[in-house]
């Protein structure tokens, strides 16, 4: 089992910057990515940046096309993963999840079905 918990999120204007983490315990050897999720009122779960970890000897960072150059996904210390994010806009608002995926190929980084374990989430908001 893997226990994932985020913090950091808040309201922010637009143009201002907020600072996501996650606090990864259990079976992290097992854990091949980290990935962050968002959902907005009314939508579904839709990618945000994912990068490898512990299980993983390759390193890889990706992003969502709506958010590259904009935010950073990044392993803090042996048990974080934060993501850094800046330009922050009104469309950004959203619940943001952290994830954790093991070994299983079977879909790509980007769908939410390849991660098994999951935050409860945090919410952010940018007010326009």
């Known amino acids: 089992q893997v226990q994932l918990v985020e913090s950091g999120g808040g309201l922010v204007q637009a143009g201002g910057s907020l600072r996501l983490s996650c606090a990864v315990s259990g079976r992290t050897f097992s854990t091949y990515a980290m990935g962050w999720f968002r959902q907005a009122p009314g939508k579904e779960r839709e990618f945000v940046a994912t990068?490898?970890?512990?299980?993983?000897?390759?390193?890889?960072a990706d992003y969502a096309v709506s958010v590259k150059g904009r935010f950073t996904i990044s392993r803090t210390n042996a048990n974080t993963v934060s993501l850094q994010m800046n330009s922050l806009k009104p469309e950004d608002t959203a619940v943001y999840y952290c994830?954790?995926?093991?070994?299983?190929?079977?879909?790509?980084?980007?769908?939410?079905?390849?991660?098994?374990?999951w935050g409860l989430g945090t919410q952010v908001t940018v007010s326009s």
């Open positions: 990068t490898s970890w512990v299980g993983d000897s390759t390193y890889y």
């Open positions: 994830a954790a995926s093991g070994s299983d190929y079977t879909y790509t980084y980007t769908d939410a079905r390849r991660y098994q374990y």
